[in-house]
């Protein structure tokens, strides 16, 4: 989805994620330490990213009734517009899935 907004903080990192079925905020944990060059590169470019699009791998996490996508990965989509033309595919594809599969 595209990323509307970004919020940095010690321990994570916050975006606010559209990806054509709503709104969604997505934490993604952030430890000092970590030299894993992808959470590392994530978190320097986190405020050059609103507007751009991110594919997200997570657990959808329910906390005081706010639904948050707790995300293992992050990465920015590349490649031009097939991949972005393929993740909606796959964003709306997913969706009907769950849909089916929760009646």
């Not at 989805?1 to 970004?6: I, Q």
């Not at 994530?42 to 706010?66: H, M, N, P, S």
């Not at 964003?91 to 009646?103: I, Q």
Request: charged residues 30%.
């Amino acid at each position: 989805g595209a990323v509307r907004s970004s919020e940095v903080r010690s321990t994570n990192l916050f975006l606010d994620v559209e990806d054509g079925t709503g709104l969604m905020n997505v934490k993604v944990w952030v430890n000092d330490g970590d030299d894993c060059s992808a959470i590392v590169d994530l978190r320097r470019k986190a405020t050059e990213k609103d507007g751009k699009y991110v594919r997200i791998i997570g657990q959808l996490k329910e906390f005081d009734g706010v639904r948050t996508v707790v995300a293992n990965d992050v990465r920015e989509v590349e490649g031009g517009g097939n991949e972005i033309t393929y993740h909606f595919l796959e964003v709306a594809h997913s969706h009907e899935r769950h849909l089916k599969a929760g009646s």
